[in-house]
C-alpha cells in the first residue's frame, strides 16, 4: 500500500475557498472554481463590456465569510510578442492593467503564471496557434461539460483548473496547511 497522499485525501471535508483564473487578453475573460463547505462549482464570464461591471461581477463568486487568504487568483503572465503592432500591444497591457486596478481595490493579491507553464498540464506544447487553441478549448469542454465553453473563456476556465490543482497537490506534498 503507498504513502502517497491524494487530492482528496487532503482536501478537508468542508473546505470554503475560491479560485479565479484571469484571461487578460481582449477577447478574454476568467474562470472560477468555487468550494463551498467541500462542494464545488465552476462558473466562467468574458470580460463584461463596461469595466466598472468588473468588480461586482468578480466579488458575486466570493463569499462574504471567506478570507482573503482563501482566495486565490491567477492571471495569465503576458507580454508583448516580437512583430506585434504598437497599438495591438497597448491594448493587451491596458487590458492587464484594468485588472490589476481591479484586482488591487478588492484587495487581492494574483500570482502569474506563465502560458507554457499552465498549458503544458493540458496539451502537448509546441503546437501552432490556431491548433493549440483548438485543443485547449476542447480540454475545457471535456473538463468543464455544465458550461457553454467559448474561445473566449476556455484559456481562463483552464488557468483556473492549474491554479486548483495546484494548490491540492502542494497540500498533498505538505508544501502547505490546510
Known amino acids: 500500500m503507498s504513502n502517497e497522499k491524494t487530492i482528496e485525501d487532503v482536501k478537508p471535508i468542508n473546505d470554503n475557498r475560491v479560485f479565479i483564473g484571469i484571461d487578460p487578453g481582449k477577447s478574454g475573460g476568467f474562470g472560477v472554481i468555487k468550494v463551498d463547505d467541500g462542494i464545488e462549482?465552476?462558473?466562467?464570464?468574458?470580460?463584461?463590456?463596461?469595466?466598472?461591471?468588473?468588480?461586482?461581477?468578480?466579488?458575486?463568486?466570493?463569499?462574504?465569510?471567506l478570507t482573503l487568504e482563501d482566495v486565490h487568483v491567477s492571471i495569465e503572465h503576458v507580454h508583448a510578442f516580437p512583430n506585434q503592432g504598437s497599438v495591438s500591444t497597448f491594448?493587451?497591457?491596458?487590458?492587464?492593467?484594468?485588472?490589476?486596478?481591479?484586482?488591487?481595490?478588492?484587495?487581492?493579491?494574483?500570482?502569474?503564471?506563465?502560458?507554457?507553464?499552465?498549458?503544458?498540464?493540458?496539451?502537448?506544447?509546441?503546437?501552432?496557434?490556431?491548433?493549440?487553441?483548438?485543443q485547449l478549448y476542447a480540454k475545457a469542454q471535456e473538463l468543464f461539460p455544465n458550461i457553454k465553453i467559448t474561445f473566449n473563456i476556455s484559456d481562463a476556465l483552464l488557468l483556473t483548473q492549474y491554479a486548483y490543482d495546484q494548490y491540492y497537490q502542494q497540500l498533498t506534498e505538505g508544501v502547505l496547511d490546510a
Open 41 to 65: 462549482s465552476s462558473f466562467a464570464h468574458k470580460f463584461p463590456k463596461e469595466l466598472a461591471d468588473l468588480p461586482s461581477i468578480l466579488m458575486s463568486h466570493i463569499p462574504n465569510n
Open 91 to 134: 491594448s493587451f497591457g491596458q487590458n492587464l492593467g484594468q485588472w490589476e486596478g481591479v484586482l488591487a481595490s478588492l484587495e487581492l493579491e494574483a500570482k502569474y503564471i506563465s502560458p507554457r507553464v499552465w498549458m503544458a498540464e493540458f496539451i502537448k506544447l509546441g503546437l501552432e496557434k490556431k491548433d493549440r487553441k483548438r
